[in-house]
């Protein structure tokens, strides 16, 4: 199956996969604080849990889609999950928190936390973000938001008027800027255009309590 086309380039296959592994985690993380990457990662088959204390994003759509997932079991089966896409034109990101937990055998659990933007002067900021989100809770306040449902002669979502986002029929909103204030989600996949990491913090460890709630 075709992966999706979003802002003219196929997702997943940007330059970094983040997936269940030690190695291959602290190599996104290095890159990442350097700003030197564009940001594309996600957990082969699980869900990973991502806060913050105040997200600011411009050009903001939401609609829905569908992620393919390739668990870890049966030789990488390809299952297909509903998510809510969330873009942003840009972001910022203040106190922001990610989280992955990964059962590795014979050590057991394994998890993956990491921190940026705590400083307040120096966020976390994100260029053409999109979060594959399989369910949040926070404080929204949108600013001149259209929500309704696409029909063949206007397309909500991302603002390339030239690429059919959602299908005729399905259900989407977009606004100009929108702010998220406490937010705690699960997400399935996040890709960027640039994602810079201000303060970036990344442990690796075995305690539940590291996960960022």
């Not at 996969?17 to 291959?24: C, G, I, K, N």
């Not at 979060?131 to 029909?151: R, S, Y």
Request: hydrophobic share 40%; aromatic share 8%.
């Amino acid at each position: 199956m075709e992966s999706p086309v979003r802002g003219g380039t196929r997702w997943k296959r940007f330059a970094v996969v983040m997936v269940p592994s030690v190695a291959a985690a602290a190599c996104v993380g290095i890159g990442l604080a350097q700003g030197a990457l564009a940001a594309s990662f996600s957990v082969s088959g699980q869900q990973f849990k991502v806060t913050a204390g105040h997200l600011h994003g411009e050009g903001f759509a939401q609609y829905g889609g569908m992620d393919t997932v390739y668990t870890s079991t049966e030789g990488g089966k390809q299952t297909q999950v509903p998510v809510a896409i969330s873009s942003f034109d840009d972001a910022t990101i203040t106190k922001m928190c990610q989280s992955v937990k990964t059962e590795i055998p014979v050590v057991g659990a394994i998890y993956l936390r990491l921190e940026a933007g705590n400083d307040a002067k120096n966020p976390v900021e994100a260029e053409n973000l999109y979060i594959d989100v399989a369910q949040l809770d926070a404080d929204a306040e949108f600013k001149n938001i259209d929500i309704g449902v696409a029909v063949k002669d206007k397309t909500l979502g991302p603002p390339n008027k030239d690429e059919k986002t959602t299908r005729p029929g399905g259900f989407a909103q977009q606004a100009e800027t929108a702010d998220l204030y406490g937010v705690k989600q699960t997400a399935w996949a996040t890709t960027a255009g640039t994602f810079k990491l201000s303060g970036l913090s990344m442990r690796l460890g075995a305690n539940p309590k590291m996960e960022c709630y």
